[in-house]
């Protein structure tokens, strides 16, 4: 005799596909809560995972190698899958807006949508450089510029934060195994590389762009880019031929009509990861965890995952909440 399916009562929804959602989603596979619908929103079927973008670009992995089938784990998790661009979230009604189809009611939301990068308001930027993200374009440009085999390939990137000079060794360590000898310039608006990086960490990192021969200009910002050279604000002129710009993180516009509690943007959120408002969670780079500040790196929402998965099941059925350290 064939069990009566158990209703609909409780909708959690899951904007986005960040890494921490997409953990919840396979703690959830393994132990879904009974009567609840589990809905996962992303505006592509696929997803990046950051931390192994540095390895893609070495060569290390394969495109395909570094990211998460969210469809496949939404099987899994006996998710509903939603793709599409999330465009704003309606909290007296507690629908999330779509920007191609109706909205959706929620019981409980949480939102792990990354971030939009900062890119540089500079002349030529938009037709000869390339942006880290999203991912897809920069690994096509990267492809197509390795597959020239260029015998002395000049790269410029952008920005020398931790980002930066991760790709920028990458970038070395790919261009160097085809038997070429790159000429790798970083450019740093600040006085300082790597900043918020631990002194030991910092100085370990600089080592080793010495080591690699990768030129590290400080105090200077790109003010024009064409296609075979980048002008600075120093009077300095690079000769390039692939430009990478890794910029600083900016939240997703929609973020501020939502009237949930910012910090520069962000989503402010409590050690439980809830908003101001207790029905919505947010983790990963498009949070600011007003307890304790950390920077935005994939590694805090993977930690935050395990919390996050409790939280969304306790604010389901009124238990207690976790508190993330």
Not at 34 to 44: E, M, Q, S
């Amino acid at each position: 005799m064939l069990s009566k399916p158990i209703p609909v009562l409780s909708d959690l929804v899951l904007i986005g596909g960040g890494h921490a959602h997409a953990l919840v989603a396979r703690m959830w596979g393994m132990a879904p809560m009974a009567g609840v619908r589990l809905t996962l929103i992303n505006p592509g079927p696929a997803a990046p995972y950051t931390g192994m973008l540095p390895g893609h670009i070495a060569g290390h992995y394969t495109r395909e190698e570094i990211m998460i089938d969210l469809v496949r784990l939404a099987r899994f998790a006996g998710a509903r899958v939603i793709l599409d661009r999330v465009v704003g979230i309606d909290r007296d009604t507690r629908q999330v807006l779509f920007q191609d189809r109706p909205p959706i009611f929620y019981d409980v939301a949480s939102i792990d949508i990354g971030i939009a990068s900062d890119l540089p308001d500079v002349a030529g930027f938009a037709e000869h450089a390339a942006a880290a993200k999203p991912l897809g374009a920069y690994a096509e440009r990267w492809e197509a510029f390795v597959a020239r085999a260029l015998p002395s390939p000049r790269v410029v990137v952008v920005g020398g934060g931790i980002g930066g000079v991760e790709l920028a060794l990458a970038s070395h360590t790919r261009l160097s195994a085809a038997g070429a000898q790159p000429e790798i310039s970083v450019v740093q608006r600040g006085e300082t590389a790597l900043p918020g990086l631990g002194a030991g960490a910092r100085r370990a990192l600089l080592a080793r762009l010495s080591r690699a021969g990768i030129r590290l200009i400080l105090g200077a910002e790109p003010l024009r880019i064409a296609s075979d050279q980048v002008a600075l604000s120093n009077g300095q002129t690079l000769a390039a031929d692939f430009i990478l710009a890794v910029a600083g993180a900016q939240p997703q516009r929609w973020l501020g009509d939502t009237g949930l509690e910012l910090h520069n943007g962000f989503v402010s959120v409590s050690r439980t990861l809830q908003s101001s408002d207790a029905r919505i969670f947010a983790v990963g780079d498009c949070a600011h965890l007003a307890f304790a500040p950390r920077p935005k790196a994939g590694v805090f929402a993977v930690r935050a995952a395990p919390v996050l998965y409790a939280n969304l099941r306790a604010a389901l059925s009124g238990g207690a909440m976790q508190r993330f350290k």
